[in-house]
């Protein structure tokens, strides 16, 4: 894990996957590592009334129903869709969801506007077919065929980046397990072995780029994650999150509560704004998502450990949040400018403190961009 950027969820978390496999006595659907009890135990966290000798961490934080509904959908042989607005946690859903059942969430497909069938179903290695003709051994097989030959979780990201023709691509392989390779004269079918399923992901502000056909949706199971905005949950995400950052990055830093209010406030303060504004032009064109939050803390955290004093404060956070969600100029100056003025100004002088830093370093990050 020292040599690894960011390593995948079944790696990061293989000890504790292995005591969970090693205690795990209930019914395990086709080859699944985990029973689905357990499964749910791993991603949502142990409670005291589960009786473990050990605590299991929460590692993905959301409403119980939608784990569940994800895991009886992926025991099912329908296909398991992800959809929801950017930064509510589906791709790290997914991998968890991966990791748990197959003990490999790296057999992924990134759907864009370049996704080719071939990269759902198979190509060839041109200089194996050169040299010894068209076969199985000179076949380079995809992500997804792979986890058929496996029988394990097969993952598609942004499903809905990518072209019609290549969706419908996966209607046959959802719903006859199999790929025909017709360049072969034997040996020219793949068949899903059981545990065999696809997790796709799709983002719900892309509707009208690539459409899900009807014949493709009736394939899926559809689960759609919210936005977080219960402020308790939100904070415990970015706690999470945040915590896995100080470490990968060994950083010793404190992350003062008043600075995590101040970020969590200043993020409910701007949804609140975009939801009563009269059109686009009034909204920052960001999500304002809890992923977004995390990136605002990280930037000022590595901003105070590499160019501060190594001491997180409110006037770099504002510096990071202005610097993060200032993406059109001057549309989104003027709506932070606005509410720099109009929410935290007022804010500042009633409760002093950080919020008075957090307004002076606002201030200066609008005026620099502006």
Known sequence: ????????????????????ESIDDGPRPFSWRLSPKMVRLFILGSERADGLDREVAQKWFGDRSFVERAI??????RGLLLIGDPGTGKSWLAELLSAAISRNSTLVVQGTAGTTEDHIKYSWNV???IANGQSRASMIPSPIMTAMEQGVIGRFEELTRSTSDVQDA??????????SIPELDDDN?????????????????DRGVNDLSSALKRRFNFVRIPVVTNKKSEAEIVRFRTVELLR????????????????????????????SAGSDDEKLESALSTAEQIGVLEDAI???????????????????????LARRTPEDLAILN????????????AEGGSWTEFLEGGREAIKTLS
């Open 338 to 349: 606005k509410y720099w003025h109009g929410v935290v100004e007022p804010r500042s002088k």
């Open 127 to 129: 200089s194996a077919v």
């Open 189 to 205: 079918i793949v068949f899903a072995k059981p545990g065999f399923s696809i997790i796709a992901t799709a983002n719900s502000r």
């Open 302 to 324: 590595l901003h105070s450990n590499f160019f501060g004093d190594r001491a997180l404060r409110a006037q770099t956070l504002a510096g990071s949040l202005v610097g993060s």
């Open 1 to 20: 894990m020292t040599e690894m950027l960011r390593a995948p969820a079944e790696t990061k978390y293989a000890e504790e996957l292995d005591w969970l």
């Open 170 to 179: 996966l209607i046959s392989i959802l719903s006859e397990k199999y790929v």
């Open 248 to 275: 990968r990055h060994q950083i010793e830093l404190d992350v003062p509560p008043t600075l995590l209010d101040i970020l969590l406030q200043s993020f409910a303060d701007l949804r609140a704004a975009a939801a």
């Open 72 to 77: 009886v959908t992926l025991a099912s042989d």
